[in-house]
């Protein structure tokens, strides 16, 4: 199959079940980009990845940066309409359902499972990346002490990316 009908296919279906955004798909694209097709490597996934999220605006600039390697910007505006598309003309048919449900007991029902199955995929696919691109023990336990300062301590998350950045650069991880 032509490379560019490829992406737009594979990255339109990842659309329809990309619940809790483009982090909750992370490990599926890892797999298919690095995995099964061999678009790019284990690092540039990383640099993409840490691109994005270092970068304002909308999760999707990794797929963006995908689209982008694979087949220029072409590939680039492809791969940002194909991961948009079918979830965007899913959530407006949603919306309208969920809007005309008169039952206030079974609206608030229908969002808090959507949350709920948002958190947890991201928190799943946070794991799964964790376990495929964290390579030695100094990433594992960079991973873990920044969970943990994450979840006890109320420091802004800048300055763990400054911690990872120092490590990174002094060559520790």
């Known amino acids: 199959m032509n490379v560019i009908l490829s992406l737009f296919l594979k990255l339109s279906s990842f659309s329809l079940i990309a619940f809790g955004g483009i982090n909750a798909l992370l490990p599926e694209l890892f797999n298919l980009a690095v995995n099964q097709e061999g678009w790019i490597d284990v690092q540039t996934f990383s640099d993409y990845f840490a691109i994005a999220q270092a970068a304002p605006g909308p999760n999707f600039m990794t797929v963006a940066l995908l689209g982008w390697h694979v087949y220029g910007v072409f590939g680039a505006l492809l791969a940002i309409f194909a991961i948009s598309w079918p979830s965007s003309i899913l959530v407006f048919y949603m919306q309208r359902f969920i809007l005309g449900i008169e039952d206030p007991i079974k609206k608030k029902t229908i969002q808090y499972a959507a949350g709920a199955l948002a958190i947890g995929l991201v928190l799943s696919s946070a794991l799964q990346i964790a376990l495929q691109i964290n390579r030695d023990m100094a990433a594992n336990i960079l991973t873990v ?9 109320r420091w802004h998350p800048l300055y763990l990316i400054a911690l990872g950045a120092a490590l990174g650069l002094f060559g520790f991880i």
């Open 145 to 153: 002490v920044t969970i943990a300062l994450v979840l006890l301590t």
